[in-house]
């Protein structure tokens, strides 16, 4: 018989499945409450205008939304995102936009066309699953830098050392990807010193910014921060921030549909790789969106997509406060806005292995470790709060609390008992 | 500024922009008679059916088709793609389907989980132009193999002696690339005796065979062949074949879903590559064609499709014959199913440079090279006959045979004339 291992290529070896993706299997059944998904809130949808704006596309545009399409993407679609980001302070044209498959496949295209393997990614810890992955699967490397104690960015003295010290040993980097907006898992939002000190960081070394921005317009506390590229845009326009946007927070996920920002030059080089990677994205999804956006709705949606967020992440954080023991060594970030915070638990807790108890007792989280390209963190866990009702809030987060208060004492009594038994 | 050359990966140095793509956009322009592109006949969409099928969605399942899905597919799909590949004679569980945004996704995939750089493909020469960009995207190379003059398949002593010098020389080889089906570009359709010896090759050999069936379905002449997948299941069943469908050709390419037929083992191999890719394919789409398959409606839209294929691939071949000088070293295929057929001229004409001359007569058509790994074939192109309306067809035709005759009588007037003037 075939050896299947003998054909597979170095890449393949790589790759690792996802964590999530793996446990959002075995959290299927109902009376488990799970804050371990990274789901919008399905009320948020927009069923009666989605299906409205696809009944033109039928009567207006059929046989072109059923034909293929560009691979730079549709043009009804690129002008509606034009205007969409001019409202944002945002000025483009249609070279600087390139549709995708949402996010991911933005992820996935970047390394392919940077990375060697062995080249590095400069991200934080933790970072988003999907874009280590994606990394992994071309046999990039990551030089992760933690964040700062005042959670607004990287630790920028870290990213200097650490910079230096790879440098010194050799290794190839080649650029940084950051998810400024209420980070993927932690919840962090960058300060705007924060990512003008990124952007020179990265001018003087010449290093590209992949700026992923999933939930920029998820914000339900605090004013808006210029995103990097808008920085770079507004400064030396410089032109090396690629940012990465999606409808998948902001409308619905499951219609697929992202956008990359970047300069001609950047866009012209993916355009190349994506025609070999799909042709086309979805052309139906592409037009019925673009009816979608002309209703304007989408602000509006927007809007009430935050207000319900919001209602959730505070009576999240409550909660949490409420269960939770007060300690100096469990802590939790308080975002304001996108869909997940961050819990960071006493040293000696290990997530992995708290998992099967949490499951044991129906709550689910995201384990910390998944987030970390290597040596991860195992103390730590990300909540999502976008998806579980109000009522699943406060229930999940008492079973959680208990979970963790068992754990505590395990530790806090156990070990003691077992390493100096009294009488010995 | 930067430096942006040295920042791109081997892999960005080796893609190649589709030579189709970038032809297509020259020739948008209303009065000329493209047979460059591979479009499928627009009138063939159905589109009242398509809306009543997106409109159940809508009603019944909006949340979950608006919602994430798992990367291997949504299970209503495969339901119906199980039973719609039953009706030919295979037998599929679950886990031998993966739902793909139609087959360049999967072409794009498989290089990736089996090429290192410098690894190589056996595929026939000619070959698809998307197969090769995406095998280029991951720094692949070809063993090119040419078909026999009987047209049925691979010339199976060049393949045992190209594949015998390839192994001497240290050639690394993992997979076979093949369209057995009314091959893109030449219309090659594989009698069952050549797929079986593939097969026997592939197994003595122990490769992968990728069987890229996008015009399976389209078959307007004569009987099914059984594809290479069946004979292996229905034989030894050792799982070695990977066979790519797709909508695009049966029911409307805007709409980017292709499944990938496998052993369960691939298709878990498969679908941890997918994840790093894009998390899962457009859910709204599968929700919708999995409605629209449920309505049987497909069966008599590819019946009908054949019909209109068929009238229009006889009258491609009559205007041929009718306008086309007869010489021995001009023919053309006569495909009995698919989109194209593949028209070798006189070895002296070049279609790199004849295609502007073509286009200043108001004809298109793909240059042959575009086919070719390395080493291409100047004298011959593809021709497209599903998309131009019969009153196309034959202008186009009679256009296309002014440039040839032109070009023949230029080559066996010019040179003679210009190398040995009388008198000198």
Chains 1, 2 share one sequence.
Not at 73 to 86: P, Q, R, S, W, Y
Not at 232 to 247: A, H, P, S, W, Y
Not at 250 to 255: F, K, N, Q, S, Y
């Amino acid at each position: 018989m075939i050896n299947l291992e003998s054909l597979y290529s170095a890449n393949a070896r790589n790759m690792k499945k996802s964590v999530i993706r793996e446990l959002l299997k075995l959290i299927q059944q109902p009376e488990i409450i799970s804050f371990a998904g990274g789901l919008p809130a399905p009320d948020t949808f927009p069923v009666e205008d989605l299906r409205k704006a696809a009944d033109v596309v039928f009567t207006k545009h059929a046989t072109k939304a059923l034909q293929y399409g560009t691979t730079e993407g549709d043009d009804d679609l690129k002008a509606e995102l034009i205007k969409f980001e001019e409202r944002q302070g945002l000025k483009l044209g249609k070279d600087n936009v390139l549709i995708t498959s949402a996010s991911q496949q933005a992820l996935d295209m970047i390394p392919k066309i940077f990375l060697d393997p062995g080249d590095y990614v400069i991200a934080g810890r933790p970072t988003y699953v999907g874009a280590i992955q994606a990394i992994q699967s071309y046999q990039g490397r990551m030089l992760g830098i933690p964040f700062s104690p005042e959670n607004d960015g990287f630790d920028m003295v870290e990213l200097e050392k650490r910079h230096e010290r790879a440098v010194r040993d050799g290794k190839r980097m080649k650029y940084i990807y950051v998810i400024p907006d209420f980070q993927n898992p932690s919840g962090i939002c960058w300060s705007v010193e924060k990512r003008q000190a990124l952007l020179r960081f990265a001018y003087r070394h010449d290093y590209i910014i992949v700026e992923d921005s999933p939930y920029r317009e998820i914000r339900f506390i605090g004013e808006n921060v210029p995103s990097i590229y808008q920085l770079d845009q507004q400064g030396e326009n410089r032109g090396i921030v690629i940012n990465l946007k999606t409808f998948s927070k902001i409308l619905a996920p499951g219609v697929r549909i992202g956008w990359i920002i970047a300069s001609p030059v950047l866009i012209g080089k993916l355009v190349t790789a994506k025609q070999a990677m799909d042709l086309c994205t979805n052309v139906f999804a592409q037009k019925w969106l673009a009816e979608y956006l002309k209703t304007g709705k989408i602000y509006e949606l927007i809007g009430k997509t935050c207000d319900l967020y919001r209602s959730k992440r505070n009576h999240m954080v409550e909660m949490l406060e409420k269960y939770l023991p007060k300690r100096w060594d469990l802590t939790w970030t308080k975002p304001e806005g996108g869909l997940f915070l961050w819990i960071a638990l006493p040293h000696y807790i290990d997530t992995d292995q708290m998992i099967h108890k949490a499951i044991a007792r129906n709550v689910a989280y995201v384990v910390g470790s998944a987030f970390y390209f290597d040596e991860p963190e195992k103390n730590a866990m990300r909540i999502n709060f976008s998806f579980a009702s109000v009522e699943q809030i406060e229930e999940g987060v008492k079973r959680l609390a208990a979970v963790i208060v068992k754990e505590i004492e395990l530790h806090e009594s156990g070990p003691r008992g077992q390493t100096s038994p009294e009488g010995l």
